[in-house]
């Protein structure tokens, strides 16, 4: 990845927020790294380096800026809607393969040599896939180090250290610090909603319109698994280590979210799919930008500046709920699945939370695993009467009566689920989005329009037009826009590569 270092080092000098987390910016003079927006002072043009990843400023013996903390600036937009190998591998790294299956096993998902991948990260990242998962770790350890009790042995091997004496080096190295001294900074700030739990911001780009994400989860709520109330939207979480639940509130600047893990080796796939959930990695200004080009949808860009693309924690969830959609209203496709809902786990009514009953994290965590199965279903991790959405094994294996559909669409149900259980279709973030497109299309009852559901929502394809979609036709109705599926086809390529965000403002409108 190239990067022109005039234009870099005018948008430091500007302090523009906006390039936070596309690169990053190594000061040779103090041996530091920084955001772009970093309120400290321009250093000299002689004594500037950028960078595209944090990963490759660490490798270059720099350390983390303790002031504008670039670790916790918001991910590049190009990584989270390329969809090329980099793209993928990236997405992958955020979701924790690295540190469950290693780098062979990341080469294994994407059909690349071990060799092959790392020459292609280097070539566009600066790093290879060790060192942006160690980068990775890093973040995970301060966050843990920071919002909880842990001791910091327990830290390490949570954070995907294999020793602590890695761990004690590379947070030495990336924060230039030790890490009881991290923790000493931080005492008497107890984390806020009791033992157990971790609180921290998710950054983002501004504006986000946070009133049109909620409204969007808020109409598809499922009960039992989400729920929107007060400015909060809470759901339960299927992470690879166990089951989770998460609150999260958009506020000024920053989405607040807090987790409570089953496991604390979830926290950083936790954080990845909440960040993707909300498209919190998105760059606001060029989407509006584009579609403010078009005078049919300028003044509703100009009404709700910053709508984001909602995205999805669990790609099997969003499939099967494109899939129940088809041909009926929302509403009906709610009902539909809640009732599927109740036959893969039944939920339980409420009862006093053991979490904040516990007085310590390890302690917490273990009363948590006991209310949980192997699915993750059952109670959240919070206890308060949600969790996970059902696997892909769960619902292949559910009698006819739990689906509450045609016969014809619940064996497109069966078949989908039987194909993403046993891998023939990747919906994890790494995907390849035309080859899970092309695999879709090839089992029975799903189409177009389907596919390119799943495609926009579970895969993050911000390309993806629906223009057969009834909401679609009548959104294009209201603004002045063609209704006809051609024309409104041949219309929407001035959108490119923006129309999944065009597709939303549509649902608005109509």
Not at 173 to 179: F, L, Q, R
């Amino acid at each position: 990845m190239e990067l022109d270092f005039e234009r870099c080092y005018r948008a430091v000098d500007s302090r523009d927020q906006r390039f936070d987390g596309w690169f990053y910016t190594g000061v040779t003079s103090t041996g530091i790294y920084c955001r772009p927006s970093c309120p400290a002072m321009t250093p000299k043009r002689q004594n500037v380096r950028f960078f595209p990843s944090a990963a490759a400023a660490q490798g270059a013996g720099l350390r983390a800026c303790r002031r504008c903390r670039p670790d916790a600036a918001p991910g590049s937009p190009q990584w989270d809607v390329r969809a090329d190998v980099v793209g993928r591998a990236v997405r992958l790294i955020a979701d924790g393969v690295v540190d469950r299956d290693g780098v062979p096993g990341l080469a294994t998902r994407l059909g690349y040599t071990e060799r092959h991948l790392h020459r292609m990260l280097r070539a566009e990242l600066g790093a290879g896939p060790l060192a942006l998962a160690r980068a990775q770790r890093a973040q995970t350890a301060r966050t843990l180090i920071e919002t909880t009790g842990l001791g910091m042995a327990e830290i390490a091997f949570a954070a995907g250290f294999g020793s602590v004496r890695q761990f004690n080096d590379t947070v030495r190295e990336v924060y230039g610090t030790a890490p009881s001294e991290l923790r000493t900074a931080r005492r008497g700030r107890p984390a806020p909603g009791g033992a157990g739990t971790i609180t921290l911001r998710l950054a983002y780009r501004p504006p986000l319109h946070a009133a049109a994400l909620l409204d969007f989860l808020a109409v598809r709520a499922l009960p039992g698994v989400e729920e929107v109330r007060d400015g909060t939207y809470r759901r339960g979480l299927r992470l690879p280590h166990g089951a989770a639940e998460v609150a999260l509130t958009p506020a000024d600047g920053h989405v607040s979210a807090t987790l409570r893990l089953a496991d604390m080796r979830d926290l950083s796939p936790a954080v990845a799919r909440c960040r993707r959930l909300l498209d919190l990695d998105a760059d606001p200004q060029a989407v509006d930008e584009t579609l403010a080009a078009d005078p049919a949808l300028a003044p509703a860009v100009a009404a709700e500046p910053g709508i984001r693309l909602p995205r999805a924690v669990d790609g099997f969830e969003a499939a099967l709920r494109a899939v129940v959609g088809q041909q009926i209203s929302v509403r009906s496709a709610r009902t539909t699945l809640t009732r599927l809902l109740q036959s893969a786990s039944p939920v339980p009514a409420p009862t006093p939370d053991p979490v904040d009953q516990e007085v310590s994290v390890l302690e917490s965590a273990s009363t948590v695993r006991k209310l949980l199965d192997q699915h993750g279903q059952g109670r959240g991790a919070g206890g308060r009467g949600v969790r996970g959405f059902p696997s892909a094994e769960v619902v292949a294996g559910l009698p006819d009566a739990a689906f509450g559909m045609p016969a014809g669409r619940r064996e497109t149900v069966r078949a989908l689920a039987r194909a993403v259980a046993s891998g023939e279709i990747d919906l994890d973030p790494g995907g390849d989005r035309e080859e899970v497109v092309r695999r879709l299309t090839a089992v029975p009852g799903i189409g177009a329009w389907t596919a390119g559901y799943v495609a926009m929502r579970a895969l993050g394809d911000p390309d993806v037009l629906l223009p057969t979609d009834l909401a679609v036709r009548r959104g294009a109705a209201a603004l002045g826009l063609p209704t006809d599926p051609k024309t409104l086809d041949t219309h929407a390529e001035r959108w490119r590569p923006w129309r999944s965000y065009a597709v939303i403002r549509l649902w608005r409108a109509a």
